[in-house]
């Protein structure tokens, strides 16, 4: 049972457009969400988090979204740049829990073409 | 500077045989966690700890066991009874308090069963 989904294995956008990476979860007990980048054969670095009494946070070009009700968050990276190129992988964890488990979805390949 | 070690980077075993992968962290996190990363799969938990001589199971614990001796060190071991070893592995530590939550990954380890 995959509590944290991210439906689309991978999106490719031209250099300077907008790429919107899509997650859903299915456990409403969720209420602190992050997003990871990796690069291959690296590990994942953190790049930007949500708690669910926000419904937006800002980093630069970087802007994820809360949609509480409709279980849904979205990373929004403007303007994209090659650079920007990795796996993206949402994470979600309860954040009064005591196990500090966070559950990660598959990810989602970028490709920024220059 | 603080950080989060795996060693080695590349690790060749042959079939049935145990292998030890390495993690180390001097960022003073009292939790450590080890995740394998299949092609498709995204990040599954194997093992975790919150704290020394105490570690929990993660979801595909078979086949696997850790150690937790000290604050800075939490090995994996690959045992042979782990039916596909072939995979890139990933250890995590995390410090959780009110103001931020999330994991530092080290490198990983590309284990290769030969």
């Known amino acids: 049972d995959q509590q944290v989904k991210q439906n689309s294995p991978s999106l490719s956008v031209q250099e300077g457009r907008i790429s919107i990476l899509n997650c859903d979860y299915t456990?409403?007990?969720?209420?602190?969400f992050l997003w990871y980048k990796k690069y291959p054969a690296e590990g994942p670095t953190f790049l930007i988090s949500?708690?669910?009494?926000?419904d937006k946070n800002e980093d630069g070009r970087f802007t994820v979204f809360l949609n509480k009700s409709a279980k849904h968050l979205s990373l929004h990276i403007v303007p994209s740049q090659p650079g920007d190129s990795a796996v993206y992988f949402c994470?979600?964890?309860?954040?009064?829990?005591?196990?500090?488990?966070?559950?990660f979805g598959k990810g989602t390949l970028l490709t920024v073409n220059p | 500077d603080g950080g989060i070690t795996q060693s080695p980077k590349y690790l060749f075993r042959k079939e049935g045989q145990n292998v030890t992968l390495s993690c180390e962290q001097n960022l003073n996190h009292d939790a450590m966690y080890w995740y394998r990363q299949d092609p498709g799969q995204g990040l599954r938990l194997i093992y975790y700890?919150?704290?020394?001589?105490?570690?929990q199971k993660g979801d595909i614990a078979e086949g696997y066991s850790v150690s937790r001796e000290k604050k800075e060190s939490f090995p994996l071991t690959v045992t042979s009874a782990q039916k596909n070893p072939t995979a890139f592995y990933l250890c995590?530590?995390?410090?959780?308090?009110?103001?931020?939550?999330?994991?530092?990954f080290g490198s990983g380890t590309r284990l290769t069963v030969v």
């Open positions: 994470a979600a964890s309860v954040s009064g829990g005591s196990n500090y488990k966070l559950t």
């Open positions: 995590a530590s995390s410090m959780w308090d009110s103001e931020s939550y999330g994991y530092t």
């Open positions: 949500i708690s669910s009494i926000k």
């Open positions: 700890s919150q704290i020394v001589n105490d570690f």
């Open positions: 456990n409403s007990m969720f209420d602190y």
